[in-house]
């Protein structure tokens, strides 16, 4: 934890461009923006992924990301938002803090997000089970 990036600019030892703090979360300027305005929100307790952290922080992150995501929705940085939380390698996560994304977007950006596939007959019951099965 003591290499983490995110710990150290929550600690100070790392300069960043802060746009608010309180007691469980800090939210940030992201260093490399996909649009300017682009924010990290950041618990303070080190986690390495969004889905281990507690209902409290995970509720607290959300509800700061809305309020940037809604303050940037009245400045001209942003005409939609986007809200992203990458959880591991495979989803593309390179720094292991856990942070959402908040992202502004601009008609015409003419970012990608993912391309959809398709279920075969029957598949879709299949995969719901599944899923279904491991819900706690
Ligand atoms: P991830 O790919 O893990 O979902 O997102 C990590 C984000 O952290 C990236 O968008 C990247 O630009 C941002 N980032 C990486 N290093 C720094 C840094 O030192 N400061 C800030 N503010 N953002 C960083
Ligand atoms: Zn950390």
């Known amino acids: 934890m003591n290499d983490c990036l ?8 790392l300069p960043t461009t802060k746009l608010y703090e309180d007691d469980q979360v800090i939210a940030i300027l992201d260093i490399m923006p996909v649009n300017p305005g ?18 409290e922080e995970g509720a607290q992150v959300l509800s700061v990301a809305k309020r940037i995501g809604k ?5 001209n940085l942003a005409d939609g938002v986007t809200l992203s939380v990458n959880n591991g390698e495979a989803s593309g996560q390179t720094v292991f803090h856990t942070h959402m ?11 990608v997000s993912w391309k959809h596939g398709e279920y075969e007959d029957g598949e879709a019951d299949k995969i719901a089970t599944i899923v279904k099965n491991q819900l706690t």
């Open 38 to 55: 682009h924010a990290l929100v950041i618990p303070k307790t080190h986690s390495e992924r969004m889905l281990e952290t507690s209902e």
């Open 101 to 111: 994304h908040v992202i502004p977007r601009l008609n015409g950006d003419g970012l």
């Open 71 to 75: 303050a940037l929705l009245e400045t």
């Open 6 to 13: 995110f710990c150290k600019i929550i600690a100070g030892e």
